[in-house]
C-alpha cells in the first residue's frame, strides 16, 4: 500500500493526530518554522510568486465598472451629479462630500481661524513675489483687469476717488520753493526713456507722497525716473534709508 492511499484511508486521524501534536508543541513547532524560513527564504518566495500567479490566471478577468455618473454626499445625504465632487488628489476616486459642502466648511474653518489664514496667506504671497516676482505681477494685472472688467462703475468710483486724494495730496506737498521747471523736464525725461526704450518708465517720488510714517515733497529732490513694474512693485512700502519699523 503506498503512503498516498495509506493517507486517504485514514486522513481524519492522521489529520487529528498533527492537531493534538502541534496543541501540545507549539513553542517547538513555531521555533522549526522559523528556522525552515529562514534557510529556505527564496525557495518559499518562488513558491509564493508561483502560487499567486496560478490563482491570478485561473481567475475570469473582472468586468470593468462603468464610471459612476452620480454619488451621494455624506455630510449633506443629497444624490449629485459626479461633477459636483472634488477629485482626490493622486487617485481616480472623487471626495465623499460635495463642493458646495466642502466649500461652505472651508468658509467657516477660515472665519474661525482668520488670523492663521492671515499669515499663511502673507506668506504664501511674499514667498511667490521672491520665486517669481515677474509672474506674480503678471498675475495681478490680470486679476485687475478682470475686476474692472466685471465692476465698471465701481472701479471709475474708485479711480476718481483716489486720483483726487492723490492730487490732494501734491498740492499739499509742493512748497512755495519748488523749481517748477526742474520737476516739468524730470517728466519729460520719462517720456523721453519710454520712446527711446519702449518700456514704459515713471516718475517716482523717492519718498512717497501717501505713507503710514512720513509723507515726502512733490520736489525735483525727490523725483527720480524709473520703469513703470519698479515703481508698481515699490508702490509706498520701501524708500532708501526707511525707518526700520516700516522696513520690509
Known amino acids: 500500500m503506498s503512503y498516498k492511499q495509506y493517507y486517504e484511508r485514514n486522513k481524519e486521524r492522521i489529520k487529528a493526530r498533527a492537531k493534538a501534536y502541534y496543541a501540545a508543541n507549539k513553542e517547538k513547532c ?24 496560478a490563482k491570478k490566471s485561473s481567475q475570469p478577468p473582472k468586468p470593468l465598472a462603468e464610471p459612476a455618473t452620480h454619488k451621494t454626499c455624506t455630510k449633506c445625504a443629497l444624490t449629485k451629479s459626479i461633477a459636483e465632487f472634488y477629485k482626490c488628489s493622486g487617485r481616480k476616486a472623487h471626495n465623499a462630500i460635495c463642493k458646495a459642502c466642502n466649500n461652505a466648511a472651508a468658509r467657516e474653518w477660515s472665519k474661525a481661524n482668520r488670523d492663521l489664514c492671515n499669515q499663511r496667506s502673507r506668506k504664501h504671497h511674499k514667498d511667490a513675489r521672491v520665486r517669481n516676482p515677474d509672474r ?40 512755495k520753493w519748488t523749481d517748477l521747471e526742474a520737476v516739468a523736464a524730470i517728466y519729460l525725461d520719462a517720456q523721453k526713456q519710454s520712446a527711446q526704450t519702449g518700456i514704459k518708465h515713471h516718475v517716482d517720488h523717492i519718498v512717497p507722497l501717501i505713507s503710514p510714517l512720513v509723507c ?11 520703469p513703470a513694474d519698479f515703481n508698481w512693485s515699490k508702490n509706498n512700502r520701501w524708500w532708501p534709508d526707511m525707518p526700520e519699523p516700516l522696513a520690509p
Open 136 to 175: 506674480v505681477r503678471q498675475l495681478h494685472r490680470e486679476a485687475k483687469s478682470r475686476w474692472w472688467e466685471n465692476n465698471p462703475e465701481r472701479a471709475r468710483a474708485m479711480y476718481a476717488a483716489q486720483a483726487r486724494k492723490r492730487f490732494a495730496a501734491k498740492v499739499r506737498a509742493i512748497p
Open 216 to 226: 515726502g515733497l512733490h520736489v525735483e529732490h525727490n523725483l527720480r525716473v524709473v
Open 30 to 53: 513555531a521555533e522549526k518554522m522559523k528556522e525552515y524560513a529562514a534557510a529556505n527564504r527564496q525557495k518559499l518566495n518562488a513558491y509564493k510568486t508561483a502560487w499567486a500567479r
